[in-house]
T-cell receptor
């Protein structure tokens, strides 16, 4: 069964460094998402992406964040100048054109020290 | 702003028991509602999706209902098993279209099924 994959599973970085989290959505899906979950808190929406552009973003998704679909398979989230409060589990999700169901990847645990 | 609440926060039951998890949302203008399962340290597995025009959906031992006007959904698990132990999340989508597909999540119900 097709699934969303994410790499790395765990990333440790120092405050102020840039990180890139990578996702491979389900093939032929058209809509892509990033969410995050700070330990002990709710899953929060960050951004949605469709047709090679951001379709919606939350107030969390400020200039520190960017997304890109550099080729036909990868979807990345870049966090510039990481802060301690960026430590969280980051989930990628994708959705097909005719389906309303979002499928989530296993997540990348980001630890900023 | 949409707020999603799940009650109870935690639930512990003996194996074989039928149980109900609750989800409520403040803005009834939703497009659909999705139930997920999350195992510790893992990603989210989609269980059921209910469109706003539907009243319920079933998959195996799971049955989800939706009362959009009152802002409530329930997830019924029949004949619970230890393997059902996980955190169950509900999430609502506001509207149709690329700009309306963000999910707003509840905080989850942590379920433990004891053998």
């Amino acid at each position: 069964e097709p699934e969303v994959t994410q790499t790395p599973s765990h990333q440790v970085t120092q405050m102020g460094q840039e990180v890139i989290l990578r996702c491979v959505p389900i093939s032929n899906h058209l809509y892509f998402y990033w969410y995050r979950q700070i330990l002990g808190q709710k899953v929060e929406f960050l951004v949605s992406f469709y047709n090679n552009e951001i379709s919606e973003k939350s107030e969390i998704f400020d200039d520190q964040f960017s997304v890109e679909r550099p080729d036909g398979s990868n979807f990345t989230l870049k966090i510039r100048s990481t802060k301690l409060e960026d430590s969280a589990m980051y989930f990628c999700a994708s959705r097909g054109g005719s389906s309303h169901e979002q499928y989530f990847g296993p997540g990348t645990r980001l630890t900023v020290t | 702003k949409q707020e999603v609440t799940q009650i109870p926060a935690a639930l512990s039951v003996p194996e074989g028991e039928n149980l109900v998890l609750n989800c409520s949302f403040t803005d009834s203008a939703i497009y659909n509602l999705q139930w997920f399962r999350q195992d510790p340290g893992k990603g989210l597995t989609s269980l059921l999706l209910i469109q706003s025009s539907q009243r319920e959906q079933t998959s195996g031992r799971l049955n989800a209902s939706l009362d959009k006007s009152s802002g409530r959904s329930t997830l019924y698990i029949a004949a619970s098993q230890p393997g059902d132990s996980a955190t169950y999340l509900c999430a609502v989508r506001p509207r149709l279209g690329a700009s309306g597909s963000r999910l707003t999540f509840g905080e989850g119900t942590q379920l433990t099924v004891n053998p």
